[in-house]
């Protein structure tokens, strides 16, 4: 297991330096965000991240994410130009060491929260999900909320309602065409340059506002695995996203993928499933819905070796910045995994 810390890049409130200092930390998580997705990063973009990460005592190894491009998920005949974009990606990065690249196939919308700063009973906050509010929700009509956060802010209110309407007519089963024409262009170049593409799951791990969402169970994640049969078309294995439902076994998935060498990559963090939905917690077992140590048990036992990372952290300590993504609980959360790691490899022996 290599411990690695998502890194916004030089705009990031916590820097290198405090990532470094986290015990056990080896590895950077981050990408390029100065080109518009779909389009080419520079070599120079991706040498600048590598130099800084390095300069830092840090590896630079998985980048999450490489985005996917609308039109490549929507089946648009512009999508060829796009896919050949990405292929050039994942070979520029390989060049620069990159082992990882993670990604994900949701429609429009990437992670979705219905409030960023919820206040616990400690006083900290945290991200949470409350379906009754995303039902009130409809980004087709111009005076419905669309203020719901975590949404990409780079989208005009307008262009928001245009691409959601763009999917009206795509189907689950559209989605799966688009995602295998996609993985049969993209998995073969990743295989020549030895990079582990690892998918995100779908978060929250249902459809939202009628979009086709398809990376959300062991079932299909099975089919995804066997589009194209190769160990660089692999997972992400995000706990918080597929333990949204109570229906994902996490330590049994955990299980499989790993003992079938497919998890590349994997997001630690619990959370608590309530009657509407869920709460972000502290990343400790007896905070959420989720064993850990089990799930942690599971990746080890099956061989697993690749990247993990402490996920969203909550806010404590009157820390600023970034939801999700400050620096002190996700810190706490390194540690802890640390410490799961530790006794499961002793337990093995
Ligand atoms: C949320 C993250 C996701 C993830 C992407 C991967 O905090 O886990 O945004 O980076 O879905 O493409």
């Not at 389009?39 to 973009?45: D, I």
């Not at 802010?153 to 065409?177: F, K």
Request: one cysteine or more.
């Amino acid at each position: 297991m290599k411990m690695s810390f998502r890194w916004y890049g030089p705009d990031d409130p916590v820097t290198l330096q405090n990532i470094r200092q986290i015990p056990g930390m080896q590895a950077i998580v981050t990408a390029v965000y100065d080109v518009p997705v779909g389009e080419v990063w520079s070599r120079k973009s991706i040498a600048a991240l590598k130099k800084q990460t390095e300069d830092a005592g840090l590896s630079f190894e998985v980048i999450e994410s490489i985005p996917v491009h609308e039109d490549i998920k929507l089946g648009l005949p512009s999508r060829d130009r796009l896919i050949e974009n990405y292929c050039e990606n994942i070979r520029r990065v390989a060049e620069a060491g990159v082992k990882c690249v993670c990604y994900n196939f949701m429609p429009v919308f990437d992670w979705t929260r219905t409030e960023l700063d919820h206040k616990l009973p400690d006083g900290s906050t945290s991200l949470i999900y409350d379906s009754r509010q995303v039902e009130k929700v409809n980004p087709l009509l111009s005076d419905s909320d669309l203020t719901l956060p975590g949404w990409d802010a780079s989208y005009t209110r307008e262009q928001l309602r245009d691409v959601v309407a763009q999917y009206q007519s795509v189907t689950e089963e559209d989605m799966w065409e688009n995602l295998s024409y996609f993985l049969k262009k993209v998995i073969p170049v990743a295989a020549e340059c030895d990079v582990n593409m690892a998918i995100h799951p779908d978060d929250p791990c249902w459809s939202i506002f009628g979009l086709p969402r398809i990376i959300t169970c062991e079932k299909n994640l099975d089919r995804l695995l066997s589009i194209v049969d190769d160990p660089h078309n692999g997972l992400t294995l995000c706990t918080g996203s597929l333990g949204c439902s109570a229906k994902n076994d996490l330590p049994k998935m955990a299980a499989k993928y790993a003992k079938m060498g497919r998890v590349h990559f994997a997001h630690l963090r619990n959370v608590l499933l309530t009657d509407t939905g869920f709460e972000e917690r502290g990343h400790l077992s007896s905070g959420g819905s989720l064993d850990m140590y089990a799930i942690v048990k599971a990746l080890l036992e099956n061989g697993f070796d690749g990247y993990v990372r402490p996920d969203h952290g909550r806010m404590i300590w009157g820390e600023t910045g970034r939801a999700g993504y400050g620096l002190y609980d996700r810190a706490l959360g390194a540690c802890y995994l640390n410490g799961l790691f530790e006794a499961a490899q002793k337990e093995l022996g």
